[in-house]
């Protein structure tokens, strides 16, 4: 995907600025997720108050549910609450990929109804936008809200340097843009190291790796210097005999990598804006953490993490991993910042490690993934509470956001804390992430953005990849289908 279809960001978002002026232009706005521009921005003290956990549930529903939805136009409400009812039914996944695959959209009439459909309904309620208007619109309203984006530039699977070379381009160009929005108003920008590595490439580094942590005395001269990334329980099933040396010419081209990586780190230092490489599949996660921590060497100085690197709770082993990296960092006086993540690959990892005849690297069970995601976001919040490292707790999960408010609450962490960052994702668990807002906690919302035949793919493998989330936002549905409730009987009565 990523050589056929490359735009670059800067032409998407160059004309940001602009959208400080009166003028306007005309953009479907039919469906975009629940927005909260005036009343959420007020701050309310006892609201506040009730979010700390002084009570057993971060959410009084029948209290927060009219300050936190009144402001949200009816008409917006219903197509939000229809979205998220549509998303919750597999079958109408299961649709969706299939027509975006299909050779339905090799024809051009029905290729455009397909995708006037979809970008009126599920793309303008998960996406930031297409276009400059449409993704800085959607920033500014987040940031009046009082939370901040991560920007994701929709691009993953390079095949080979050129199209590695145009999509560094594009993540550059995201970059620059965000000078161009209010100060602060966006928190990260998302970066899958699959679009800037060949994934051949990236399977051959991993496999040597694995290949020296079984036997350490096996030199690879092409390392750079780097954070562990095993730990004694890692996997190593993928790799099951030694590999053949990387070719001069796949030295060459792994260099490349490492100066892609370093040109992004700090055009983000520049802007003051850090870079979280999101973890993918662990038959290449070693080399993304080889190459991830080898740029947070660099670039991560003075208590000032740029570089973030992501630790998926549902492999058995990341607790382990997480704190290996971190111990070993603070020896080296590198501030290191880690995204703390469930996961998204649990079918594929568990289908590819009972093929090879290993046990799954995922836990047994979702408690104990919501049980080692809880402990890292603990061992985290403790980091800073003593002044090191940073943070970004990425859930849906209530439970584990009121654990976490908890946590901060006991060792004293500032509400306000620069280093500690709540997220979810755009259009989703709303009620989560006003609520932590409202406690005064920094969140963040996860935005895709691009034009809808680039971010779509993108999404659809999301949605594959991670289908129980999207039947999983029971309380957002909940909460809409509430507050319809009410307004009906305010309309009658």
Partial sequence: MANRVIPTAQRILKTLRPLNSASSTT???????????????????????????KSDALFNLDDLNNRLFESVPTAKLIRSAANLHMVAMEPIVDLGMWMMKSKLMTTPVVKDVILGFIRSTFYEHFC???????????????????????????????????????NLQGFLDTVESTKSLPRSSVSF????????????????????????QRDPSLNLPWKHESLPIFSESSPLYHTME????????????????????????????????????????TSIQP???YLTYASAIKHNKDDNPIVYGTIQAYLKDAKERMLLASEAADKMGIPMGFKVVRGAYMSSESKKASALGYPSPIHNSIEETHAC?????????????????????????????????KKAQEIGVSKVHQKLEFAQLYGMAEALSFGLKNAGFQVSKYMPFGPIELVMPYLLRRAEENRGLLSASTLDRHLTREELKRRLKAAIF
């Avoid at 997720?33 to 700390?52: S, V, Y």
């Avoid at 276009?131 to 920033?139: C, E, F, I, N, Q």
């Avoid at 053949?244 to 100066?259: I, N, S």
């Fill in 128 to 166: 930031a936008g297409e276009d400059a208007v449409a993704t800085g619109k959607s920033v500014r309203a987040l940031n009046e809200a009082g939370m901040r984006g991560m920007l994701v530039y929709a691009l993953e699977y390079a095949s080979d340097n050129e199209s590695c070379d145009r």
């Fill in 287 to 289: 080399s993304i953490d």
């Fill in 189 to 212: 920008i998302i970066l899958k190291i699959t679009a800037i590595c060949p994934m051949k490439l990236l399977e051959r580094v991993s496999d040597l790796l694995r290949w020296q």
């Fill in 27 to 53: 953009i479907s706005s039919a469906l975009s997720p629940i927005t909260f521009p005036e009343k959420a921005q007020q701050h309310n003290p006892g609201l506040a108050e009730q979010l700390l956990p």
């Fill in 373 to 405: 995601f809880n402990e890292c976001a603990s061992y985290m919040l403790e980091k800073i509470g003593n002044g090191s490292g940073a943070v970004v707790l990425a859930t849906h999960n209530v439970e584990s956001g009121k654990l976490a408010v």
């Fill in 242 to 281: 030694k590999p053949e040396p990387l070719t001069p010419e796949e030295e060459r081209d792994l260099e490349l990598v490492h100066q892609r990586l370093q040109r992004l780190s700090e055009k983000c230092l520049e802007a003051n804006v850090p870079l979280s490489v999101d973890a993918e599949y």
